[in-house]
T-cell receptor
């Protein structure tokens, strides 16, 4: 399974944009890039996914590098409720294998 | 829709006892996953069902663990006999098709004394 590398933690101020990076240099041509987040004491929650083009939804934007070896999850205005662990995952066949993720701290 | 429903939410048991965790996937979803989460190992995929058939159980730790999906609306994860190292939060997730947006339940927190 292709691996992803994320920083262990990041901090942000409330109402400022947050850019969460993910490296996946061994990604294959058919791997989708998924982002999930896990709020304290809850199950993981889908955020966004994409293949090659940048994607936007109501929660976030996903910027995918042209060579697809890295991607960035963008939260346009962080709120305190966005404090969570964010997981970047490559979809190889049916399996979503979660790594250790990035713990996002949001300062008021 | 009610989402993925798991029960019990919390279970405390003694070593050697049988534990059964239950999951009701979202109606219409044909893929179901069981994950386990611990501080040490993070989120681990245990088993994956598609159309009620176990497709990949390579993540099941050992023979003490078994999972069934007798119909499209119900799955169980059984541990017999349970051990303290099985203490974890067990999540069930479902999706339509293979992998798109995976919907997770709230988890079952298991403590084995």
């Amino acid at each position: 399974d292709a691996k992803t590398t994320q920083p262990n933690s990041m901090e942000s101020n409330e109402e400022e944009p947050v850019h969460l990076p993910c490296n996946h240099s061994t990604i294959s041509g058919t791997d989708y890039i998924h982002w999930y987040r896990q709020l304290p004491s809850q199950g993981p929650e889908y955020v966004i996914h994409g293949l090659t083009s940048n994607v936007n939804n109501r929660m976030a934007s996903l910027a995918i590098a042209e060579d697809r070896k890295s991607s960035t999850l963008i939260l346009h205005r962080a709120t305190l409720r966005d404090a969570a662990v964010y997981y970047c995952i490559l979809d190889s066949s049916y399996k979503l294998i979660f790594g250790s993720g990035t713990r996002l701290l949001v300062r008021p | 829709d009610a989402g993925v429903i798991q029960s019990p939410r919390h279970e405390v048991t003694e070593m050697g006892q049988e534990v059964t965790l239950r999951c009701k996937p979202i109606s219409g979803h044909n893929s179901l996953f069981w994950y386990r989460q611990t501080m040490m190992r993070g989120l681990e995929l245990l088993i994956y069902f598609n159309n009620n058939v176990p497709i990949d159980d390579s993540g099941m730790p050992e023979d003490r663990f078994s999972a069934k999906m007798p119909n499209a609306s119900f799955s169980t994860l059984k541990i017999q006999p349970s051990e303290p190292r099985d203490s974890a939060v067990y999540f069930c997730a479902s999706t339509r098709g293979t992998v798109g947006e995976l919907f997770f339940g709230e988890g079952s927190r298991l403590t084995v004394l």
